[in-house]
């Protein structure tokens, strides 16, 4: 049996208009059995996250992903909700001129892509996430040669995948009743 898997996504600015590949990244990881509840966000909705992960208990899986602005503001949502355990954060090229708000030990696994080439990114997708002082974090950051917001089928396909081995290690054995 696994664990129930909630999920929130966040557009970089400008949302639908701007970032479209959200849209499609949010549906995949839908795909996977993630409650993606109203994902995706505007990257400005960080206090409707909060409240919608406050509102959980401990035990399911909860997954914060973005874009952009998104991708910066979800180590903004992590910093709001220091006591709630969030399993995994992915971000596609946090942009520099968003929130920088370092990743706390709440958060057990983070990765992020960036591309710190100004002519394809103008620096938007150019931030790269960085751990709090003694954070327990187990934190990735790959460098990758993206048009900004960087939402590829690549960068898709590696955090669906990391999504999966994290629901795979959630999995529980539900001991049967002896007849």
Not at 4 to 20: F, I
């Amino acid at each position: 049996m696994t664990k129930e898997v909630h999920g929130w996504g966040m557009y970089g600015m400008w949302g639908p208009v701007t970032d479209p590949g959200m849209a499609a990244f949010t549906a995949r990881v839908k795909d996977l059995g993630v409650n993606v509840h109203s994902s995706p966000y505007r990257d400005y909705d960080v206090a409707q996250i909060v409240a919608e992960i406050l509102a959980l208990p401990p035990e399911p899986l909860k997954f914060i992903f973005g874009a952009s602005l998104g991708a910066c503001n979800c180590s903004v949502v992590a910093a709001y909700v220091p006591q709630v355990r969030i399993d995994g954060m992915w971000g596609f090229q946090p942009s520099l001129d968003g929130a920088q708000v370092k990743i706390g030990s709440n958060v057990k696994f983070a990765h992020c892509v960036y591309n710190p080439t100004w002519w394809q990114t103008a620096g938007l997708g150019a931030y790269r996430w960085e751990k709090a002082p003694g954070s327990t974090c187990n934190l990735y950051v790959s460098e990758r040669s993206d048009f900004h917001p960087g939402e590829t089928l690549a960068a898709q396909e590696m955090f669906l995948g990391e999504m999966k081995r994290i629901i795979a290690a959630s999995q529980t054995l539900v001991p049967q009743a002896l007849a």
